[in-house]
């Protein structure tokens, strides 16, 4: 019986430490669609750019820098 609580109480150890090092302090805020968002970190993304007036995707990403604006299709 003494086995069994040690068991017990190192399994409810490992799902406290697991639980605090994965779910506590994060946290996620959506955004509603249609919405422009400020970005918080540089970001590498493909982009479309305008050639000869079609849209194409960049060959490669490009990084877009802290704090610039990321805004929907305006169609």
């Known amino acids: 019986m003494n ?3 040690w068991l017990m ?4 150890l490992i ?9 506590v302090g994060r946290r996620v805020v959506l955004v509603p669609a249609g919405d422009p968002v400020q970005l918080a ?4 993304a493909y982009v479309y750019i ?4 079609k849209r194409e995707r960049s060959r490669n990403r490009i990084l877009l ?10 169609k």
Do not use: F, H, S, Y
């Open 9 to 12: 109480l190192i399994a409810i």
């Open 41 to 44: 970190e540089p970001v590498r």
């Open 15 to 23: 799902l406290l430490l697991a639980c605090e090092t994965g779910c």
């Open 65 to 74: 820098p802290e704090g610039w604006w990321a805004l929907p299709d305006p």
């Open 50 to 53: 305008k050639v000869e007036g």
């Open 3 to 5: 086995r069994l609580r």
